[in-house]
DNA sequence: ACGTATTTATACTCAC
DNA sequence: GTGAGTATAAATACGT
């Protein structure tokens, strides 16, 4: 269930996870199937790094704007309201949304709208 | 999906669904249109009841909590830590380990840790 | 910082907990603030038992409201429906305070109210 | 804490800070209201758009970060180590190995740990 | 340094 | 059993 060896299953034994990483280690063994343990190490890496690097350019969005809201105190507006005007500009359309998924969900639960329409 | 009572409730309009279902949101009791049920509504309105009172008690426990949290912080105990601890109660012993399994045989891949450590 | 033992500080080092550890242990030591390591423990103790408790009060308030969840559906009402019902109705007040409080912020911004009036 | 251009807006009825507000939401240019200032307002709407523009970048990205979890998982990996995992490398090991030692402390004043383990 | 607010992570539920 | 949506918990960030 954890290392895609081809052994995992839902009540995998740590024994067999740890077996798996002898098998990384020594480069040796049993691997029934075709992804070798080599092979999910580089793969894990390979996820890891990807992870990293978006998580890295997200965090550069934040400073971004983490910038502007700081630009803007500059410039005399209170941060607090404008935080609150992205806020509930925000909620405007999923509130909206949320009234008409209510009713939809009534309309099913009344007989009055077919389940799937 | 019909309501509980069996009716089924003809094409009512749009506006006689809101006005029903403000009838649950206000408390108000008469309806006396044809198109709603009164059984119905008032099971609705007793559950709704039930659960937003439930939810209160719980929302105050909730509170309950966080203030005992807060009087450990005032004797100077960690918070963060605490909360772990209390995860880790949580936890049965073998599902831990299990889980520590798993992120050492990460850790080992990516070199983040001795194999035998 | 971290044991109320009168020697926190924001910089607590890991030996100094590790001495309070063994003050634990050896019933020892300088202990220079008017509380004991025992009382710490028992503090400590104390605290975990008290959360543990309010959690247990609330994860039974929640299979009540689970249960009720589930009568309700054993009646033919449709769970879903409910919970938007239970949740549109939470929205409410707290959206009108949402709205005032962007006004309010906004007549400070605007220096149209006194900061704390 | 007036508005950035030096101006103290005089005694403005609520009506028209909400219509001052709708402008900003709604992005309608005009608003002749001699109380309503349009630098000031112009450089409002511009850090709104600014903000809003870069979080949808940013959720573009949460996304994808989400969808490289999602293929992960896929490949057999575990979702929740490989989280532990990232969140390790973030930490550095000094500010991480004091976290544990401040857990250890509390899990042996319990009970939950022997003392030289 | 604090409490609060936002964001993140985990657990649970339902439908497919 | 997998995946999406929800709900709760925890962690972090922020302004005071």
């Known amino acids: ?16 996870l740890k077996e798996a990483l002898d098998t990384v280690k020594d480069g040796k063994p049993e691997a029934p199937s075709p992804y070798t343990n080599g092979v999910a190490r580089d793969q894990l890496r390979a996820f890891v ?51 008409e998924a209510i009713l939809d969900t009534y309309l099913v639960a009344l007989g009055m709208m077919p389940e799937h329409g």
């Open 1 to 16: 269930m954890t290392l895609p060896d081809g052994t995992e299953t839902p009540t995998a034994t740590l024994s067999q």
């Open 49 to 99: 790094e990807r992870i990293e690097r978006l998580e890295e350019e997200k965090k550069a969005i934040a400073d971004d704007i983490k910038g502007v809201y700081s630009e803007a105190k500059g410039c005399g507006f209170d941060t607090k309201a404008l935080r609150r005007v992205i806020a509930l500009r925000k909620l405007d359309p999923d509130e909206r949304a949320e009234q």
